[in-house]
């Protein structure tokens, strides 16, 4: 939580209308992208001049957010998103932790521009560039956080269905539909107010996970073909190179998901997505593990990356192959139970 002192700060800044800039991670997902539409809807009611920039773009699959189309994308449009971003007077950035997760082009527009930050964020340890952070690791989502945030400005009554829509996005795909260990009896209560405030959940759930191409149901299949098991250290992996992928039409957003198949396996505590990006000339990884296995430090340890003790990611720089004889390497030395 904001101490009352900042939060009073807060809303002496935010007492007459701002220029404001929203800013959520590179590859956005569901919590990144509900968190920062409904921010931005809730301080659009209070006649700020609110704008949201994404580093990238957004996949498919969230597309239908309430003015997800006013989005402007930096890496399609540096000049005027850089020109947005000099001239705001407050930038928050939402569902990360560090700068460097927007992409190296735009944490340096980011770097230069001197105004007050402010940080919501759920990941294990937080950078400190933000003048306000507001950062709690045990939160299941952002958009949880961002609930919590306008109530802590008093702002609970401007609540309406387009905010709850947006918040209740990011807590149904950050929890897993209310299923990973931080879903919380507030989180409940939290999504109980949502749907009192008109939140469509059937419609939410039907919109996230039941509009798949049938390309990406053949993916999905390749996927689960291509898994592997390693039962000595109760591991699985999946593999989709860049050939598969063109192969099924892929597009953003196809491959989101895959990763927990590995750990619905009987006796399986850790799984790692390995996909293979040949315009970027990385793998990206995605890990999940149940338990106290902590996949943050295992990324950012070995794979460049980050995220949560359950959920993280990460990237590697050399072949699939490699990549895959690395982890398996890494397990032999680390994962001896
Ligand atoms: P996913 O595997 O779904 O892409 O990401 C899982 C979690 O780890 C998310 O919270 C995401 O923000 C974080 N994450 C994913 N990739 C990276 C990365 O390369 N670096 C860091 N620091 N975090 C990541
Ligand atoms: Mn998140």
């Not at 293979?276 to 995605?286: A, L, M, P, V």
Request: hydrophobic share 35%.
């Amino acid at each position: 939580m904001m101490t009352s002192n900042e939060i009073d700060a807060l809303k002496q800044l935010l007492a007459s209308p701002k220029k404001i800039t929203i800013v959520p991670h590179r590859n956005p997902d569901g919590d990144a992208m509900g968190s920062t539409l409904g921010l931005y809807h809730f301080l659009k009611l209070q006649q700020h001049d609110v704008v949201v920039i994404s580093p990238n773009e957004f996949p498919d699959f969230l597309a239908w957010l309430p003015d997800s189309e006013k989005v402007m994308i930096f890496e399609k449009d540096v000049q005027h998103c850089t020109e947005r971003i000099n001239g705001s007077e407050i930038i928050f950035t939402l569902d990360f932790n560090a700068l460097h997760r927007v992409g190296e082009q735009m944490q340096k527009a980011l770097e230069t521009v001197s105004t007050t930050f402010v940080m919501i964020d759920h990941h294990q340890l937080p950078d400190s560039y933000a003048k306000f952070t507001y950062s709690d690791t045990k939160m299941g989502s952002t958009c949880e956080m961002v609930y919590h945030f306008i109530h802590q400005l008093g702002g609970e009554n401007l609540i309406d269905k387009t905010i709850a829509t947006c918040i209740y996005t990011g807590i149904v795909t950050d929890s897993g539909s209310f299923r990973f260990p931080l879903t919380t009896s507030t989180t409940h209560r939290v999504v109980a107010d949502l749907l009192d405030k008109g939140v469509d959940n059937p419609k939410i759930h039907n919109l996230l996970f039941d509009t798949s191409s049938y390309n990406r149901l053949q993916l999905l299949g390749r996927a689960l073909q291509n898994m592997k098991l390693l039962p000595e250290y109760k591991t699985s992996y999946i593999t989709l190179t860049q050939e598969e992928l063109d192969h099924f039409g892929y597009v953003k957003g196809d491959t989101e998901g895959i990763v927990n198949y590995g750990l619905s396996l009987k006796g399986f505590d850790f799984t790692a997505i390995f996909i293979e990006n040949k315009e970027e000339g990385i793998i990206k990884i995605s890990f999940r593990s149940q338990g106290a296995f902590d996949v943050n430090q295992f990324a950012r340890k070995h794979f460049n990356g980050g995220g949560h003790i359950n959920a993280a990611g990460g990237k590697s720089f050399g072949t699939l192959d490699e990549t895959i004889n690395q982890f398996i390497a890494i397990l032999a030395e680390e994962k001896n139970n």
